[in-house]
């Protein structure tokens, strides 16, 4: 009798946490196991500010794919989804196309820009490793440029960073561990060096506790960051951004590297393929399938999970996609032994926002943590997920253990 087959797409956080419970949940002669990735190897998501500031290399960031699923039970596939046929139950690849009978959507999400003219031509987006490496090195060549030049210009070491949400914040925790050694290693003077924050709503970190926000706000503007608060980015051009803060009160700001991280859509796939969904993310059932598709997971980014107590989709986080990717497993492996599916239920275990190597805000197990307290529990959290996928071996390779500082 033929395997079922099982197709995952993407191995981020969610599709490799469901590949990984899965080798353990059925056996080798109960479903045929294929998982699909982009690249060879994971990457950390939640660690790409690093990576993009310059403060971790972008190898730390990443692992072979091939080391953390047991190829006994799991067929990797290299390779780029770019539809699924819901009907033909099939999925294009760039090159080839594979069945299914089951599948699981983890392609995680893309920079939303809202439509704002001249982002995605001229805005960086913290979004894998390449781009990361490309936010690094473009910083690190305005730097070197700058003392080249006989007439300098100034705005080359102007860095805006549009939005103040959590990936904002983040990279610009590590551009105030980065700017000083930058500073350094390309003979630039510090006063001369610009990093701005364009928020177009009235605060900084909305749904963060206002005491931790201004902790971390103070820790910034300490470290040289400007917030302009309240102020909308209109337009991305060649030389900068243009803002506005009410109706007359447009500005340009000049800048060397402009770096978007205030928002986040699904997977342009899923819209590709007829899928219902809001900016790309598919409001799942309890189960965690698309609505109409007894037979399609989708999770992580792509996935939209209502909070029933305040009636607002959960944010898109690496927590809640693992945790969804768990659920899918065993939902998985009782589909196969004809048992009855989990319903899905987000375990919120709190949320650490990292303010540099050396400092975050954050709550955790129900307490408010700053400093290095919470820069400690950071690294667990990160050293965690490392475990929950890979094991201690895997932490061994790749955790953060600089926690003493
Ligand atoms: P991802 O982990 O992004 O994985 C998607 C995978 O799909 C990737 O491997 C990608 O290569 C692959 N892929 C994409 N398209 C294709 C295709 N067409 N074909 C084949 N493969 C494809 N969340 C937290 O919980 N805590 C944090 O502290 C935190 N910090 C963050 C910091 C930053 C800088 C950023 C950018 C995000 C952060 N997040 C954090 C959010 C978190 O990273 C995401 O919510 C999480 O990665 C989503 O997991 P996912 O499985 O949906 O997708």
Known sequence: M????????GAGYGGLMTATRLQKAVGANDAEIILVNKNDYHYETTWLHEASAGTLHHDRVRYDISKVIDNSKIEFVKGTAVEIKTE?????????????????VSLGGESETFGIKGLKEYAFSISNVNSARQIREHIEY????????????????????????????????????????????????????????????PMVLPGFDPELVEYAVAHLEKKGVQFRIGTAIKEGTPDGIIVAKGENDVEEIKAGTVVWAAGIRGNAIIEKSGFEAMRGRVKVDANLRAPGHDNIFIIGDSSLVINEEIDRPYPPTAQIAMQQGEVVARNLAALLHNKELETFKYDNKGTVCSLGDDDAIGVAFGKKLVGTKASFMKKMIDNRALYMIGGASLVAKKGKFNVLK
């Open 2 to 9: 033929r395997k079922p087959k099982i197709v995952i797409l």
């Open 88 to 104: 033909e139950k099939k999925v294009l690849l760039e090159k080839g196309e594979l069945e299914y009978d089951y599948l699981v």
């Open 142 to 201: 305005q730097f070197a440029t700058y003392n080249t030049e006989k007439e300098k210009d100034d705005t080359r070491l102007t860095i805006v960073v549009g939005g103040a949400g959590f990936t904002g914040i983040e990279f610009l925790g590590e551009l105030g561990n980065r700017i000083p050694e930058l500073c350094k290693e390309y003979d630039v003077d510090f006063e001369k060096v610009k990093v701005i924050c364009v928020e177009a709503a």
